[in-house]
């Protein structure tokens, strides 16, 4: 667990401030935050002004809105801050322009983990299904018997599941559900069960792509993990394999993937996320039948997962003011 320091034993101020950054969870974050003693302050800037950033003890904000600019400012001007509190899992963004000392960082752990899973298993099946092509063919106002002949059911099939935290962990439960035999690739633990799930080490990948039929992307962006779904991992995917990344767009060379696609050794690709983004108008993926893209819009949706994000902002205000680490830390 990340460390907590906090910069005073107690934050006795009922009318601490909040910068509120745009995002989808706004509204779900002021209704939650009606009644908390804190001054939340809507922000619509990428840079907030040097007043706001002066007076802010918390900043609530996607991973995304953190800029480089935006870093700069807080270390300038935001010498109240003790908090970024962040409305998604990842925080690549601030690894990438770093965090001043004696500011912590928390995320929303596993709250948008069930929509993420949803779309990615909504992806998968509608390749399976062929629902692109039917979906298509009414242009034609016919039904094409190829289509049909094309489709493939999941049951019995095999899922490898890269990355087993909270989203990967989603994935499984609801492939297990459709019948499908799940195994899963971790760098953090050894080759064992967890119930029907087979978890397996990150050097045996290669060899775990030659078995199975579908694969799910689920891992961070690191250094370890920039270009994972390479040249060499794709030669190595069974005939016919699909791809779907719910991850991080540079996880999957892109060139790759594209030549792995157009030669037919992969059945099919899907990509919520993808490297460069936006993707050029001109790009050849644009134009293959066998992809499915979706504008990172895993998350979208779902009362519950927005609830929970807002609960979380709540509870971290609280322990700041209490003087208690927040939930959910984690260190750029």
């Known amino acids: 667990m990340t460390s907590w320091t906090p910069a005073y034993s107690s934050w006795t101020d009922p009318s601490m401030r909040g910068l509120l950054f745009p995002t989808v969870v706004r509204e779900a974050i002021l209704e939650r935050m009606r009644g908390s003693g804190a001054d939340i302050e809507l922000v619509d800037d990428p840079v907030p002004p040097p007043a706001a950033l002066e007076d802010a003890a918390m900043l609530i904000l996607p991973a995304h809105a953190y800029s480089a600019a ?26 990438q322009w770093g965090v001043p000392p004696g500011v912590a960082v928390a995320n929303v752990g596993a709250s948008w983990a069930p929509n993420v899973a949803e779309h990615a298993l909504a992806m998968m099946l509608a390749l399976a299904r062929s629902i692109p092509a039917l979906v298509a063919s009414r242009a034609e106002r016919q039904h094409d018997l190829r289509i049909v002949r094309a489709m493939r059911s999941v049951e019995g099939a095999t899922l490898l599941v890269l990355g087993y935290g909270h989203i990967g962990k989603e994935v499984a439960k609801r492939a297990l559900s459709f019948g499908m035999h799940v195994r899963a690739v971790t760098r953090t633990a050894p080759r064992h069960v967890e119930g029907p799930v087979r978890i397996e080490p990150a050097s045996m990948l290669t060899e775990l792509a030659g078995d199975a039929d579908f694969v799910v992307v689920c891992v961070p962006s690191s250094p370890s993990t920039v270009g994972l779904l390479d040249q060499r991992f794709f030669s190595a995917c069974k005939p016919g394999c699909v791809i779907v990344n719910v991850a991080r767009g540079n996880v999957v060379d892109t060139d790759a993937l594209e030549q792995a696609l157009a030669s037919g050794h992969l059945g099919g690709a899907a990509l919520d996320v993808i490297d460069p983004d936006p993707l050029p108008a001109s790009h050849p993926l644009w134009g293959m039948e066998n992809l499915i893209l979706s504008p990172h819009a895993a ?19 609280h322990r700041l003011l209490r003087g208690e680490a927040p939930q959910h830390l984690v260190k750029p």
């Open 299 to 317: 998350i979208a949706g779902g009362q519950a997962a927005m609830a929970r994000v807002a609960e979380i902002a709540h509870e971290n205000l």
């Open 70 to 95: 935006l870093a700069d400012g807080i270390r300038t001007h935001g010498r109240a801050l003790r908090l970024i509190q962040l409305v998604s899992a990842g925080y690549e963004e601030l690894s």
